[in-house]
């Protein structure tokens, strides 16, 4: 793995629940991990004891103080300042190119075959030669962050539309593939990935997603400690309007059927929200 790159998960109050570390080992990767948590997590000393000298704690009071939360509440049982610091705190250990994870991931696994159909293939075993195509691929374009895919991108199977073309869609979650050199500041207390490459995007900010691989997480809601707090005290309207205050003019709040449940969910109008530029060689005369 190269010298300078790491993994990083963000946790909070699941010191003996860090899926995703057991699932990156599982998945073949043998690079550097930290774990990275905040110096109001009750569990701290746990995570010392779980995780040693990977454990990476920084000041949440601090970053809240400059972080663009969007709002005036008072809780801070949020991930948005844990990916503000990463950059710090890459950039102080010497490392240019790194990953993001949450820590409820439950497998990375193949998505698709060598033509490019869908196939719900096993769990990926070589991580490891998947990250170093990964990075070399992030370095020779110029984006802001490049992204797997998520197993609810593939509902449908081979007829969803993430299949028509390769980084067809404009945005990166859950999985962050970032450089201290192409820094950006994170926003809003919730929905913050995506209110996020929404409002940067906007801006002409480049933000990709690569849908060969995915990741697959616990459903929402259902995974007691990080974020599970904040999306029931405040449920998924509020956590979805944050976008709608940052991006009015092409994103609302609209039905999303999962399940068979009805639930409010962000719907993005990618016609009116991004920049859609040619190349010059492309213009008409």
Not at 64 to 85: M, Y
Not at 203 to 231: H, S, V
Not at 269 to 282: A, G, K
Request: hydrophobic share 35%; with cysteine; net charge negative.
């Amino acid at each position: 793995m190269l010298d300078d790159f790491a993994v990083f998960i963000l946790s909070h109050g699941r010191a003996d629940n860090v899926i995703t570390y057991k699932t990156l080992q599982r998945a073949g990767y043998t690079g550097r991990v930290y774990v990275v948590i905040d110096n109001e997590d009750k569990q701290a000393d746990k995570y010392y004891q779980n995780f040693g000298d990977k454990v990476i704690i920084f000041d949440k009071a601090a970053e809240a103080e400059r972080t663009d939360t969007g709002d005036n509440f008072p809780e801070r049982n949020t991930v948005i300042f844990a990916r503000n610091a990463v950059f710090d705190i890459a950039e102080g250990m010497g490392i240019e190119y790194f990953i993001v994870l949450d820590d409820d991931y439950i497998d990375f696994r193949y998505k698709m075959d060598g033509n490019y159909n869908y196939k719900n293939m096993a769990w990926i075993k070589n991580a490891d030669a998947i990250i170093l195509y990964l990075v070399e691929y992030y370095k020779n374009i110029d984006c802001s962050s490049l992204a797997i895919a998520q197993g609810g991108d593939f509902i449908g199977g081979g007829g969803n539309d993430i299949h028509e073309s390769i980084n067809r869609r404009r945005k990166a979650m859950n999985f962050w593939m970032l450089s201290t050199k192409r820094r950006y500041e994170y926003i809003s207390r919730m929905n913050d990935d995506v209110s996020t490459y929404v409002s940067l995007g906007n801006k002409g900010g480049l933000f990709l997603t690569f849908p060969l691989i995915a990741i697959q997480q616990y459903e929402t809601q259902t995974n007691a400690g990080g974020l599970t707090d904040m999306y029931k005290k405040f449920g998924t309207y509020v956590k979805s309007f944050y976008t709608v205050m940052y991006q009015p003019s092409s994103v609302k709040c609209e039905i999303m059927r999962s399940h068979h449940e009805e639930r409010l969910h962000h719907a993005i109008d990618w016609d009116c929200t991004v920049p859609c530029i040619l190349r010059e060689e492309h213009r008409k005369s």
